[in-house]
């Protein structure tokens, strides 16, 4: 609930719920949770997700030895970012959020936050991700502001595609973009890197929405998940194995070795295994896979800074 605009605390029962994860933010006085969980900065994987690309970027262009200090910005900016996406989403959402198990229980789909309360605290990240984008050259201040319109149209995607999960990749994965023009000029490997996070986003997109496959069918809400249906397995490991295929020409590009695609071999085991455990019925499993993929984006840079630092 609220009254003009303030948050009132909620009962003791209301953090009980599917979406709320029992952690540090539980010690926070209760209008401090509410705005934390809005930002998701009690589920972090989301984070680690938006991050990983940034440093892939760096990476391969070389920029990590350079200039490390970009890391921790990018470390900023993507839990600043992430956070305001999440309150954009959740405010566009609300309706279709409470219509769902997992998510009824939102800050804002549960009236607990005001739309007009979320909207100021989408500004204020949004003002600690303009710190960090001054510290970037121009060309990748452009790049980045660029990314602000799909950026803004993806949550209305799943009102529009059954495949919202591509929209998704290609703003979460816009970092690659960004992480290469803060020290290098665009080229071909930065493109690809690109295209294979989208592929990537994809895959563990795809296996996230299989929690939601009987809501979202009820609420009209369309998914990759969805559109798959008993397909998903093979759909993942499809989009798994495209986005290792336009990493390796990415690599490749990039040293202008075949030996650099050997780099990519620990995260091709990672999406074997991810495909092999996959059960679509198994809301639970689907969750732990899900968020193994912030070792799959590890993997992913690491393999970047082998041929980046070469």
């Known amino acids: 609930m ?112 005001s739309v007009k309360a979320a909207m100021a605290f989408a500004v204020a990240l949004s003002l600690i991700g303009l710190l960090v984008l001054l510290q970037l050259r121009g060309l990748a201040q452009l790049v980045a502001l660029a990314s602000l319109i799909p950026v803004a149209a993806y949550p209305f995607m799943k009102r529009i595609t059954w495949w919202p999960q591509a929209w998704l990749g290609l703003t979460f994965n816009w970092g690659a973009l960004v992480g290469w023009t803060a020290v290098a000029d665009p080229s071909l490997p930065m493109l690809l890197l690109w295209a294979g996070g989208i592929a990537w986003t994809l895959g563990y997109d795809t296996i996230y929405a299989l929690q939601d496959l009987e809501d979202d069918a009820l609420a009209g809400i369309k998914s990759s998940a969805r559109a798959l249906g008993r397909r998903a397995r093979a759909g993942v490991a499809i989009f798994y194995a495209s986005a290792l295929t336009l990493w390796a020409f990415a690599l490749y590009s990039a040293a202008n070795a075949g030996l650099a695609v050997v780099a990519l071999l620990p995260l091709a085991a990672h999406f074997a295994w991810q495909v092999a455990k996959l059960r679509a019925t198994d809301p639970a499993i689907a969750l732990h896979l899900f968020r193994s993929n912030r070792a799959a984006g590890a993997l992913w840079v690491a393999a970047c800074a082998a041929v980046g630092l070469a």
């Not at 952690?23 to 209008?31: M, N």
């Not at 996406?85 to 219509?99: E, K, S, Y």
Request: glycine content about 10%; some cysteine; overall charge positive.
């Open 2 to 113: 609220f009254v003009h605009g303030a948050v009132v605390t909620p009962p003791a029962s209301a953090n009980a719920t599917p979406d709320a994860v029992k952690g540090w933010i539980d010690r926070l006085p209760q209008r401090a949770q509410l705005y934390a969980r809005l930002a998701r900065l009690d589920r972090p994987a989301g984070t680690w997700l938006l991050f990983w690309p940034c440093i892939a970027g760096l990476a391969l262009s070389g920029g990590i030895a350079h200039h490390p200090e970009l890391i921790a910005w990018f470390g900023i900016g993507s839990i600043a970012m992430r956070g305001a996406g999440c309150v954009w989403n959740d405010i566009v959402d609300r309706d279709l959020d409470a219509q769902v198990e997992r998510t009824r229980d939102r800050p804002v789909a549960s009236g607990r936050v």
